[in-house]
């Protein structure tokens, strides 16, 4: 089967760092994404990894090891609209792939 | 302009009742998918379809069923409504399905509450 572990939830103060990991343990691995999902609303894009390395957007930072099934998630320079949950998701290759969500890490940033 | 809607945003009903999401994106992306969101927040797949084609359909029981009359509409109809099925459902849209880089855009989600 397939698992994808997150923290589930995490603090942090405006301004500062937060590493937001994923681990998974997954077949047919066909990339890594992470999405943002505001209370009440829906998950939005924030990065794909595919390869290993780190994907660099702004204030968010995406970094992935395949070999290592691991995945974290960089948001700097908090602002208190970072305050959201985090998906990390996993594409599965399969009839048309399928994107398989962990659990989500909520982020609450104080100020 | 909305890429991704719902309609309704709210649905209440009673345990039994038949009822139907609808879904349209106005992306000109070929796949559509139906999520289950629920009280836990687990975000998971129930079904997705690729120019109208059924490609996706995870172990969901038999009382829902999808339908995608053209590329840019994916309904889903529940049938005999049990109270495990509230939950959140959110549609979503990708350009097409077999390239796995393809974003998927969300819609607004529909929250549904069994009674």
């Known amino acids: 089967g397939q698992n994808i572990d997150q923290p589930t939830e995490m603090t942090a103060t405006e301004g500062a760092i937060v590493q937001i990991n994923c681990t998974y343990q997954?077949?047919?691995?066909?990339?890594l994404f992470w999405y943002q999902q505001h209370a009440g609303e829906a998950p939005t894009f924030l990065s794909y990894?595919?390869?290993?390395g780190l994907e660099e957007k702004g204030r968010f930072s995406s970094f992935l090891s395949r070999s290592k099934g691991y995945s974290y998630l960089l948001l700097k320079e908090l602002q208190m609209k970072d305050s959201a949950s985090y998906l990390c998701?996993?594409?599965?290759?399969?009839?048309?792939?399928?994107?398989?969500f962990g659990g989500g890490t909520r982020v609450l940033v104080k100020p | 302009d909305t890429a991704v809607s719902q309609t309704p945003k709210y649905l209440v009903t009673q345990m039994g009742n038949d009822k139907s999401i609808k879904c349209e994106q106005n992306?000109?992306?070929?796949?559509m998918y139906w999520y289950k969101q629920d009280s836990k927040k687990f975000l998971k797949i129930m079904f997705s379809?690729?120019?109208?084609?059924?490609?996706i359909n995870e172990t969901v029981p038999n009382r829902f069923s999808p339908k995608s009359p053209d590329k840019a509409h994916l309904n889903l109809h529940i049938n005999s409504l049990e109270l495990g099925d509230s939950a959140v459902y959110f549609c979503?849209?990708?350009?097409?399905?077999?390239?796995?880089?393809?974003?998927?855009?969300f819609g607004p989600g529909t929250r549904l509450t069994v009674t």
């Open positions: 997954t077949s047919g691995f066909n990339g």
């Open positions: 992306l000109g992306h070929d796949t």
């Open positions: 998701a996993v594409m599965i290759k399969a009839a048309g792939n399928k994107l398989t």
């Open positions: 379809y690729n120019n109208k084609e059924l490609i």
């Open positions: 990894n595919v390869l290993d």
């Open positions: 979503a849209s990708s350009q097409e399905a077999f390239q796995s880089s393809y974003e998927q855009y």
